[in-house]
Each structure stands twice: as structure tokens, then as C-alpha cells.
């Protein structure tokens, strides 16, 4: 290699190679089945794959895009649809949509943050990221979060950059990104307000991009459903404050919260001392949106450790915490050892996490914190699914959770919105489903069969007025037809002769 051509070659080449090597080998193997499928991803699966067939439903009801049961996005939701489409209708299809996700967060953190942090502490925040236990489980999944945690990256990463109007209209769009696939951007759109506070004549280009987003997709909801989406705006927010009152009552629930969150493990303990130490001039958008974000987070969920995928939003910004450490680090050893390679050793981090989770990836086990709720068994889920399939038409209708809805060929209904058909609530529900909202008969009498799958047995039955269906297929006497270890079916007697 010609030696002019070398510092070219290893500074502007070889670290994307190195983070698409990483992101191929812990995100690609086995991407379809690990981990196992969980209901709100598999909602967001089949809610995306109908809705490039023009159909905005959740599953038996319509889909405003903004009730409690289904807040994720349009613009999302469509992306997510259409890699699904090219997919067959798969969820390898939205899943790789996911870990592109990933991969841009990756590139992203070295591409933008080499300017603000060096080329070495940029790769390292980079591979920090890509190699983390949490983002690799998260970002093989199809969540709502993964969209709005890049979004909220390039907020960050191009509030970094030379204040210059063309840097405001990117971060723009990344706060644009974000709204466009979760309502938790609120969050870092009021920490950039913070941010840009002494510069309003950055504001139109830093929230044009998502007002102009708000306005026409309410709009086009509010054309379609009416006084539903303001029903279900209202509901939100009730949610919003009634979850964050429960999960973090007074001051103590909060700082217990926050305690918990931040020392959950050492990648977020180290990553929260790398946000103190960006409070300054240069780096405070970090702090500032990284702290806020979090601390709003974790106010409103009490769970956020054991149920990851809602801290996905902020977690690239947190990475930059580390990129902040590594750059003291680094200077560290300069002072005090001079000009030394001796840096580099810090990251045996991040080679040490990736041959952690390697194993893991080729082997196709990789298990999220929430195992307990996560479909068990792929395989039996697909078997189950097609001897459905083979007993049912077009327009008959199966009362079915989601991880195994998105695999029929027929009208299905979960439990719980089919509780709601008989005027009754139930978690999520809490206002009920007037019959409009239904996009079919959803009554149990109407379904030729009820699944009853893992996540039912240990999540569902146990939710308010649940009870009252089992109670009614045990008095109509409807026979198991179908047994795995985690799923069985039972037929409607009166449908199946």
C-alpha cells in the first residue's frame, strides 16, 4: 500500500468496516427467531404490515396511531411495512429494518461524534453501542423505540456540530425522525428547547420538521376517525400521569428509580459519569437531553430495567457519556505516560462484550431481561399457526394473541380487545371500545377457535374482566383440538361440528 495513502485508508475506512463487521456478526444470525417474539413487537409487525395494505387497524380495531394500546407512529409503521412487504410479510423483514437502525446509530456516533471526541473516542462510543447486551437484543427486535432512539441521536450528534442553520435543520430532522416513530420524543424536544434557549432564531429549523409532521398526521387521523383521536390523545395523557403517580410516587419513588436504573449494570453507571462530565459549554446538549430524557423515563416506569425496550430512546445518547470518558482517559495517559498507543486499551471494553454475546448470536439464544414473557417456542407457534390455517377461511375469526396473529391467514382478535366487545375494560382498555371501533365482529360466540398461548396464560388471564371469557369458554364446553407445550386451541362447539 502506497505509504501516503495509509493514514487516508485507516482513518476513513477501516473503522466503518470494523463497526459493519461487528453489527453483521452480532445482529444477522438467527435474526428471525432470537430472541422470541414478544407481543408488543409483533403487534408492531402486523399493525405495519397491514397498514401497506392500506389498513390502519390494531389487530380487530381501528388504529388511530395514538390510543395507549398503540402510540407508535405512521411514518414507522410504514417503514416497518414495507421491509415486511419485501419480506413476504415476514418479521425477518421488519426485524432487519430494526438492526439497520442499529447500524446507523453506529456510523452515526463515529461518522459525527469523531469531530466533537476524536476518531478514537468516537469508534470506542461506536462499538460500545453496537456491542451492548440491550442494544443487540433490542435492535434485533421491531420496536417503535429503535426509530426514535436515532432520531434522537442525530438531535444530539448535530447540536454538537458548528451552529450554522444547515446543522439546525439536521438536527431537525432527527427530532423529526423521532416524533415520526414515538410520542416519547416530547421528551428530547423540550431538553433541545433547554438547549437552544439564548438562540431562537434556531427554533423553526430545529421544530419545523416536527410541527410540519404533527400538523399533517393528525390531520389525515383526525379526517379518518374523527373524535376518536382526541379520545384517545386524552387517554394518553392519562396514562402518561397515572403510570408515572404509581410507578414513582413522591420524590423517594423517583431517586429509587433512578437509583436502580442507573446501577442496573456498569455500562449505565460509567455511561452517567461520562454525562456529568459533559456539563460544560461544548458538550452540555449531551447532558442536558441525556439527563432529562432519562430522568422521564425512568419517572414514568418503574420497570424500565426489566422491560428495556421503552430506555432504547435515549441509550445511544447515553454512549456518548462514554465517549466523553474515554476522550478524559485518554488525555489522562497522554499527561501523565506522553504519546502512547496505551489508550487503545480501553478497548478491550468493548472486544470483551463482543466476544461475550458472540456466542449468543451464532448459537440464535440470545434472551431478553423479560424472557418469562417472550414466546417460548418459535417453532410451535409456526406449527400451531399453520394447522389453523388449514382448518379456516378468509373471513372466519380466531381469538389469538399477536405473536401468532401476524402468522393467520384469517381475522383474528387478542383477549383482551374481545372483552372489551362486551362493554367490559381491562389494562390499556381503561375507556373500553365502543363497537365502532371494532373492524369486525369480535364476540367469542363468532370465533371457529380460541388460542391460548404462553403469554396468555402468564400476562393476559390475569388483567381486569379476563376472567369472565375463560369463564365463558369453560361454560359452553369448548374442547382442545390442538397442544403444544405453550399454545393450545379450543374449537367453538356450535362451529366446529
Known amino acids: 500500500m502506497d505509504p501516503k495513502f495509509r493514514p487516508f485508508f485507516f482513518s476513513r475506512f477501516v473503522p466503518y468496516l470494523l463497526l459493519f463487521v461487528c453489527w453483521a456478526t452480532l445482529y444477522l444470525p438467527h435474526l428471525r427467531t432470537s430472541p422470541g417474539w414478544y407481543g408488543d413487537e409483533t403487534l408492531t409487525h402486523h399493525t405495519a404490515t397491514q397498514l401497506t395494505h392500506g389498513v390502519p387497524s390494531n389487530l380487530a380495531l381501528w388504529n388511530t396511531f395514538w390510543h395507549p394500546h398503540y402510540p407508535y407512529q405512521p411514518i414507522y409503521t410504514s417503514v416497518c411495512g414495507l421491509f415486511s412487504r419485501i419480506f413476504g410479510g415476514d418479521i425477518l423483514g421488519s426485524r432487519l429494518l430494526n438492526t439497520l437502525l442499529a447500524l446507523a446509530c453506529g456510523v452515526a456516533t463515529f ?7 476524536g476518531s478514537r473516542g468516537a469508534v470506542f462510543a461506536a462499538l460500545m453501542l453496537l456491542t451492548y447486551s440491550q442494544t443487540i437484543v433490542h435492535f434485533r427486535m421491531s420496536y417503535a423505540h429503535n426509530g426514535a432512539a436515532l432520531g434522537n441521536l442525530l438531535l444530539v450528534l448535530y447540536l454538537l456540530q458548528p451552529p450554522t442553520r444547515w446543522n439546525d435543520w439536521k438536527a431537525g430532522l432527527g427530532l423529526g425522525l423521532s416524533a415520526g416513530s414515538h410520542p ?18 434556531s427554533w423553526p429549523a430545529l421544530f419545523l420538521p416536527t410541527i410540519l409532521y404533527l400538523l399533517i398526521s393528525l390531520a389525515w387521523i383526525h379526517l379518518i376517525f374523527k373524535n376518536w383521536l382526541w379520545e384517545d390523545l386524552n387517554h394518553l395523557r392519562w396514562t402518561f400521569l397515572s403510570r408515572g403517580a404509581q410507578d414513582a410516587p413522591g420524590l423517594a419513588g423517583s431517586a429509587r428509580n433512578i437509583l436502580n436504573f442507573v446501577t442496573q449494570d456498569s455500562f449505565h453507571f460509567f455511561a452517567v459519569i461520562g454525562l456529568l462530565l459533559c456539563c460544560n459549554k461544548r458538550l452540555f446538549p449531551i447532558s442536558v437531553i441525556g439527563f432529562w430524557t ?8 418503574g420497570n424500565l430495567v426489566l422491560f428495556y425496550y421503552q430506555a432504547v430512546v435515549v441509550l445511544p445518547v447515553l454512549v456518548l457519556g462514554w465517549a466523553k470518558l474515554y476522550s478524559v482517559l485518554q488525555a489522562g495517559v497522554q499527561k501523565y505516560v506522553g504519546k502512547t498507543p496505551l489508550d487503545l486499551l480501553f478497548f478491550l471494553i468493548p472486544l470483551a462484550m463482543l466476544f461475550g454475546e458472540v456466542p449468543q448470536s451464532f448459537r440464535g439464544s440470545i434472551t431478553p431481561r423479560n424472557q418469562y414473557w417472550v414466546t417460548q417456542d418459535t417453532r410451535e407457534v409456526e406449527r400451531c399457526a399453520q394447522w389453523l390455517n388449514e382448518r379456516t377461511q378468509k373471513e372466519d375469526l380466531i381469538i389469538a394473541n399477536s405473536s401468532i396473529a401476524w402468522l393467520l391467514k384469517c381475522r383474528s382478535a387478542p383477549f383482551m380487545q374481545v372483552v372489551t366487545w362486551y362493554g367490559l375494560t381491562t389494562q390499556g382498555y381503561e375507556n373500553g371500545n365502543a363497537r365502532e371501533r371494532f373492524r369486525y365482529d369480535s364476540a367469542l360466540e363468532s370465533a371457529k377457535f380460541a388460542v391460548v398461548g404462553d403469554i396468555d ?3 393476559t388471564f390475569g388483567e381486569p374482566n379476563v376472567g369472565t371469557l375463560v369463564t365463558k369458554l369453560q361454560a359452553q364446553s369448548w374442547p382442545v383440538v390442538w397442544k403444544g407445550n405453550y ?7 356450535s362451529l366446529n361440528p
Not at 184 to 201: G, T
Not at 296 to 301: G, Q
Open 184 to 201: 416519547l420524543f416530547i421528551h428530547p424536544a423540550l431538553a433541545a428547547l433547554v438547549v437552544r434557549a439564548r438562540n431562537p432564531r
Open 457 to 459: 396464560q402468564r400476562w
Open 487 to 493: 399454545y393450545l386451541v379450543l374449537a367453538n362447539p
Open 111 to 117: 461518522h459525527l461524534g469523531k469531530t466533537v471526541f
Open 294 to 301: 432519562m430522568f422521564m423515563l425512568v419517572k414514568n416506569r
